[in-house]
């Protein structure tokens, strides 16, 4: 192989399967000699890849972890087993995983080949995952996330349909700012043209996204971030609950069945907590959340609350033969 930059491709590849390479057998793959071998190792150390020399009568060679994170080199079937790995971490509710999904996931589609993602696609078309989604039934194409993604990261404005919560639907033309997961739901926060102000957009309600092309000097957020200018819509269109819990259960059987957005169970005597947590999340999601911990507990806030498990209670009840 006498083309150095495609020969240092296939080294690097190589290198990056976790073992040690002894020099001749590297030698051999790549049909020149050892001492070109060394040469090659030198250059990749020079790009920044950590590669370690092991003693012995062959030099055997490891990529070894650096300081900073160098490109990598992936076959075809890496690339693809890849993609839908982060495809499936942008859909699922892995706390904290999201948001980087897609955002990897944006950049290695962004250069994937065609072929490639034909296999990627057919492989997610035909795979069912079993999750627990928003609770509303509603799902995204994770391509929806990857073309936002990649709009907001190129500052490049941003047209789609919208179907808003009465079922108007909507055509929007948005200067992308971010987007944000609440781990069932995506929004997008969005400076919208033709409202002139900044709004949010539930993904699952978006159509059609496509970038336009044109683009755009980022505009200054009016809040510190996009999830806390996200929390301050949603507290404004939405009533936000004060959750006032008993569950008895110690406190860290109950953290263990609850996001860490909820709050911190305290422990109030032996095997029993107290939980407190604000949030704007429907009351019929607020009482299934509770009934998953899998214990008893009794509510105290708010009184819609303790209303909506009474008359739960009551009709599981009467479905239960009670």
């Known amino acids: 192989m006498t083309d150095t930059p495609a020969r240092l491709l296939t080294l690097l590849s190589l290198l990056q399967t976790p073992r040690d390479w002894p020099g001749r057998e590297l030698a051999e793959r790549l049909g020149v000699t050892p001492r070109t071998i060394r040469r090659d190792i030198e250059r990749l150390r020079d790009l920044g890849y950590p590669v370690q020399a092991t003693m012995g009568a062959d030099g055997g060679y490891r990529l070894a972890a650096g300081a900073a994170m160098p490109p990598l080199v992936l076959d075809d079937e890496e690339a693809v087993a890849i993609a839908v790995g ?170 263990a069945r609850m996001p860490p957005s909820v709050g911190t169970p305290v422990a109030t005597g032996c095997g029993s907590c107290r939980l407190e947590f604000e949030t704007s999340d429907s009351l019929e999601w607020i009482a299934m959340r509770l009934a998953l911990i899998d214990c008893e507990f009794e509510v105290s806030e708010p009184q819609a609350l303790v209303d909506h498990l009474r008359e739960l209670g009551a009709r599981l009840g009467r479905a239960a033969g009670a």
Request: aromatic share 8%; hydrophobic share 40%.
């Open 86 to 255: 982060l495809r499936a971490g942008a859909g699922h509710a892995v706390d904290g995983i999201e948001e980087a999904s897609v955002r990897a996931l944006a950049k290695l589609e962004q250069v994937l080949p065609s072929r490639l993602r034909h296999r990627v696609a057919a492989l997610q078309a035909a795979t069912v995952p079993l999750v627990w989604g928003a609770g509303d039934g509603a799902t995204i194409d994770p391509r929806t996330l990857t073309v936002m993604a990649a709009a907001a990261t190129g500052h490049e404005r941003l047209r789609f349909g919208y179907r808003t919560g009465d079922g108007t639907e909507t055509k929007r033309l948005v200067e992308p700012h971010r987007l944000v997961s609440t781990g069932r739901r995506w929004y997008l926060v969005a400076y919208d043209i033709d409202r002139e102000d900044w709004r949010t957009f539930r993904v699952d309600r978006v159509s059609e996204p496509f970038a336009t092309g044109a683009r755009f000097t980022p505009r200054e957020l009016p809040a510190a971030d996009a999830a806390e200018f996200m929390s301050r819509s949603m507290s404004r269109s939405q009533p936000v609950y004060r959750v006032v819990a008993t569950l008895r259960a110690p406190a860290e059987f109950v953290a």
